[in-house]
């Protein structure tokens, strides 16, 4: 993602769009446009959290701690501040992103970080390890997604080595300033540059979806209606006209 793009401001009602289509939806829209695998598999959230979330992503690396660098004996006095130096520099609205490596021996964050990050105004703090104080977050009205639990501190196996810089987590690749998107079924990543290109489109496929929904659950079969022929179609055209349209 080149330097230009990030500099453009995203529209809110992007984000709004974004922020009103499930993970599944938005995951279709990349697919279509090219994107094989942008869903965070394996990651879910702690507790039932305010629901769905759309907003940057603010991104930190890690790397193995290593014992001369990271000494067991006091791990937090080292002058590896990163750590803090992400939460403090959080703008509203914003998602923490962390590349835990897939490894969950010990946590990316814990409630202090995590709760302070909530009262910046982040948007929401996603990792691809563990957390502390699962019972702690999972009481917190902000969307929190790992792997699992831990009660082992962060220094034991893991050194912050950047902030803000192209990342992976669960897989996906993330740069600095993507959106991230996530719902009760977890979390997807939209590379920027595409975010205003599938915002619309989402949102009316949403739409779309939930008038196919009405029909599947009145019994009728899955063929010409999912997915919808051209009869279907011009079906859902007439009960937007006479329902209105939310896009």
């Not at 695998?37 to 930190?60: D, I, K, N, R, Y």
């Not at 740069?175 to 991230?180: L, R």
């Not at 990543?189 to 739409?207: S, T």
């Amino acid at each position: 993602m080149s330097a230009d793009v990030q500099k453009v401001p995203l529209d809110p009602k992007v984000l709004d769009h974004l922020r009103q289509a499930s993970t599944a939806t938005l995951a279709t829209q990349l697919y279509k446009r090219g994107l094989r695998q942008p869903f965070l598999v394996g990651l879910t959230a702690l507790g039932a959290g305010p629901g769905s979330f759309a907003g940057e992503a603010f991104t930190m690396r890690f790397i193995p701690s290593r014992e001369d660098i990271d000494p067991l004996d006091d791990p937090y006095r080292t002058g590896n501040r990163l750590q803090w130096e992400a939460v403090e520099s959080l703008s509203p609205g914003q998602v923490l992103v962390v590349d835990s490596r897939d490894d969950t021996r010990a946590a990316s964050a814990g409630d202090m970080l995590i709760t302070r990050a909530m009262r910046r105004g982040a948007a929401a703090f996603v990792t691809d390890g563990a957390v502390r104080d699962g019972h702690l977050l999972a009481s917190l009205p902000f969307p929190t997604y790992a792997r699992s639990v831990t009660a082992t501190t962060r220094p034991a196996f893991f050194h912050v080595a950047d902030l803000q810089v192209p990342i992976g987590c669960a897989g996906v690749a993330v740069y600095p300033g993507d959106v991230i998107v996530g719902d009760p079924d977890g979390v997807v990543v939209v590379p920027r540059a595409l975010a205003p290109v599938i915002a619309v489109p989402a949102a009316e496929q949403e739409r779309l979806e939930q008038y196919l929904h009405t029909r599947i659950q009145r019994g009728e079969p899955l063929w010409e209606v999912y997915p919808p022929n051209e009869q279907t179609l011009d079906d859902y055209r007439t009960w937007t006209a006479e329902n209105g349209s939310r896009t």
